[in-house]
Structures are given as C-alpha cells and as structure tokens.
C-alpha cells in the first residue's frame, strides 16, 4: 500500500510512494514548509496526513 503524506491546509501532496520512508525525512526535503501554500510543516497529525 502506498504511503501519502499531504498539507493538511491545501491538500497538497508532499509524498506519494509505495516506498515507505519516514515522515520527517520527507519534511526535511521541503525545508519544513508546504511548496503550495508556505504553511509551515511538522509531523504532527494536526498539520500532515499520512495514509497507508
Ligand atoms: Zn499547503
């Protein structure tokens, strides 16, 4: 099953992949902050979903 992590704020779509990596990994690629709409990031469950 892939693994989504996505902006809570505008939906937009940080990580999709069948490859499993671990969230914060993923934060750090974007510098922390949504490309879409600057909101800053943290994986927390209030600001990032992850699905599986
Ligand atoms: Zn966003």
Not at 13 to 25: G, H, K, M, R, V
Request: with cysteine.
């Amino acid at each position: 099953m892939p693994q989504r992590i996505y902006c809570r704020k505008c939906g937009f779509i940080l990580y999709n992949s069948q490859e499993l990596i671990c969230p914060s990994e993923i934060l750090k690629r974007f510098g922390d902050e949504c490309p879409r709409c600057h909101k800053t990031l943290s994986f927390n469950p209030q600001l990032v979903s992850i699905s599986r």
